[in-house]
Structure formats: C-alpha cells, structure tokens
C-alpha cells in the first residue's frame, strides 16, 4: 500500500471514527428532549426529524462537490470547511444560554448540516478513488467498519455522560471532535479540476444519465422499503425507558454491544464482497432473511432479548446495508459521484426519518390503547410487512450490478 492510498484509508477512518464518536452527544441528546424540554415521544420524533433533514437532503449537498471546487479542487477545500461549521455548531449548543426548543433546534440542524456535508464529501472521495482502483466494496466495509467500532466507545461513554454529566461539557466534547477530521482531511491528495464551468457540465451529464435509468429508482424504493423499521428510533427508546426501565448506562452498552456487532458485520462483508456478483447476492438475501428478521421484534420483552436483538440486527444489519452501498457505489457516474451516491444515502436516511415519525407518532396511542409491548409488536410487524414489499422491486434493481 502506497502513501497515498495509506493516507486516504487515514481519512476514511479519522472521518466516520469521528461522526460515530459524536454519539457521545446523541443518548444524552435523548435526555435533552425527554427530560429537558419535556416532550413526549410524538413531538421528540418531530423534534428529531427536524434536526435532521439536512440527511434527506445529502444530493443538494453532493452537487457542491461535485459542481462547484473551491480553489480549483474538488474534495479538500470542502472537508475542512465543514469539519469546522460542526465544531462550531456544537460548541454553540454548548454555550447557549438555557433549554430552548426553537435556538436548540436551529443549532442542532446546523450540527446536522456540517456533518451530512462533510459525509458526502468523504462519501465522494470513496466512489471516486473506489472506482479507480475497484474497491469500492472494501472502501465502503472499511467506512461503515470504523463508524460502528467507535460505537463501543460511544455506546458505553453517552451512557455513562447522560448519567454523570452536564449537557453543557458533553456538547462541548462534541465540537472537538470534528477538528481531526479537518486535519486528516487536508493530507489527502487531491487533484486539481477545470473551472466551475467545466466540473459542472461533466457532473450534470453524469446526473442526468443515472436518473434515466428505471434501476435507479427501483433500488431507491427497494432500500427505502427495506430499511423502513418504525420500531426503533425514538419507539424503541420511549419502550426502554418507561416499559423496561433499563437505565442510561445498560441503554449505552446496547449501543456498545451493537458497534460490536456492526463491525464484525463489515468484516465479514469485506471478505464475502471479494466474489463477483457478492453484493447483488446479498441485497437478494437482505429481503429474504431481513423480513424474518424483523419478526423477531415480538421477543423484546427485557434487558437480555434486547442484548441478543441489538447483536443480531447490528451484524446482519451492517452486512446488508453494505451490499446496497456497495451496488449504489458501482453505479455513480463520472463526474457525479458524491451527488449520486448522496442520493442513494438520502433514501436511507430519508427512510430512518419516516420511522422515527411513524413509530414515535403510533407507539404512545397504540401504548395507551393496547399496552406497550403491544405497542412495541405491532411497530415490528409493519416493518416486516415494509421488508417484505421490496421483493418485487429486485428485478427491475438488478441491472444496478451490472
């Protein structure tokens, strides 16, 4: 391995260890909304869907870097600039003066901002790069491996900070954080480009010729399909909470436990994805086995179904969502990478929004009406149902592989 490719694995990994060490802040953010501004969990999913619509909005974002380079380059200029609007963002949080919901939304939002862009732009130096030199499985496991392993220490220490800890020193930890993630940043090597004219002619072209393509917009339905799971999020915490009474700290070991489990997952899946055809393979089999899978949602009944639920749906969970990343990688175009991967992304996290509203929305009525694990049931069967749906979808996204 070369410097230069040891120095972009560098960023790759200072990058998503960053983005997931900034869980840290995101349990005792939980808190924040339950304990601080007092909202019940239909107004805290809106709360959090709110603070993270910049996530349903990653392509705008790509076209910034794909579209227009800062300084005649394409990637760097953009990392470090945005590495520090969320550092300032969260030391912002961290000064503001009491517990507002309109000046603790508009910061968590910017928070939101500086994170999605600095993750299209990282995700457009992978696809680029991955492209190049046909890793773009291996580029992608090494990503989402790194991203989970920092959920062993974040899972463990959000819990252990909303336990002792001020919101305050916590929000102030976070804004450290994205400091490294600009210095990483300005080592990689990144080639000059043509004027903002030319980027932008390349780039559209590119755009206009993966949204023509009937198998882009099959396999964007077939991951929003898949990853619609309206019993975690904002449900699951309100269930553990208030059903299980499981505390802050055992809440951050299950996330612990799950950054475990997720990095086995992309292990596993850097070794499997070395087979031709690996990742169709495994998005065939993300319906099949996922929709099952999410049955077993009915056997959250206490701490140690929910240890095993974590663990399972942390391993098989990476493993697929990889084989998506990876066939969505495999299909951007030249020139239009970090907009078209982005949007693919978007259907992800656009997917997680309308789960955390449609479960915070139904879990306090249906609670109310019929009992929590009730509840809690129920949320689990319309995601199987949701899984399930997506099989038709699959021939018309195979022509995404080739």
């Known amino acids: 391995m070369d410097l230069r490719e040891r120095r972009l694995y560098a960023f790759f990994a200072v990058n998503y260890f960053v983005q997931g060490l900034a869980g840290l802040a995101y349990e005792p953010l939980d808190y924040l909304l339950k ?14 869907t709110w603070m993270t619509l910049p996530l349903t909005l990653k392509p705008l974002f790509g076209l910034l870097t794909d579209l227009l380079p800062w300084y005649g380059r394409r990637r760097v200029p ?17 000064l503001l003066r009491g517990w507002r919901y309109g000046p603790t939304l508009a ?14 732009v990282c995700e457009g130096v992978m696809v680029e790069r991955g492209q190049e030199s046909g890793k773009t499985g291996p580029y992608q496991a090494a990503k989402v491996g790194m991203l989970y392993a920092s959920l062993v220490l974040s899972g463990l220490g959000g819990g252990w900070l909303a336990a002792h800890a001020g919101f305050r020193a916590i929000f102030l930890i976070a804004a450290a954080l ?25 780039g559209l072209s590119g755009l206009r010729e993966v949204l023509a393509r009937p198998s882009f917009w099959a396999v964007s339905a077939a991951i929003f399909l898949w990853s619609f799971s309206p019993f975690l999020g904002i449900a699951e915490f309100y269930y553990q909470t208030r059903a299980l009474g499981l505390s802050p700290v055992f809440i951050g070991a299950l996330t612990t436990a799950g950054g475990i489990a997720g990095a086995l997952g992309a292990g596993v899946f850097a070794r499997l994805s070395r087979a031709p055809g690996a990742s169709a393979r495994l998005a065939r089999l993300s319906v099949l086995v996922g929709g099952p899978l999410s049955l077993l949602g009915v056997f959250y009944l206490g701490p140690r179904t929910a240890l095993a639920l974590t663990i399972l749906f942390g ?39 309308a789960s955390n509203m449609t479960g915070g929305a139904f879990y306090d009525r249906l ?36």
């Open 35 to 48: 304990d601080g501004l007092k909202l019940g969990s239909a107004d805290a999913a809106l709360f959090v």
């Open 78 to 94: 953009h990392m470090i600039g945005v590495s520090l609007l969320t550092s300032g963002a969260w030391a912002g949080l961290a």
């Open 367 to 402: 609670a109310a009406a019929h009992g929590a694990y009730s509840a809690m049931a129920a949320l689990a069967l319309a995601g199987s149902a949701c899984t399930f749906a997506a099989w038709p979808l699959l021939r018309l996204a195979a022509p995404l592989d080739a």
């Open 178 to 202: 994205p400091l490294a993630a600009a210095v990483a940043a300005a080592r990689v090597d990144d080639a000059a480009v043509g004027g903002v004219r030319e980027a932008a002619a390349r």
């Open 315 to 353: 391993l098989t969970g990476v493993i697929f969502r990889l084989a998506w990343m990876d066939l969505c990688a495999r299909a951007c175009p030249k020139g239009a990478e970090a907009t078209t991967f982005a949007a693919f992304m978007a259907v992800f996290n656009l997917a997680a929004a």
């Open 107 to 120: 910061l968590l939002i910017l928070v939101n901002v500086g994170t999605v862009l600095s993750d299209v």
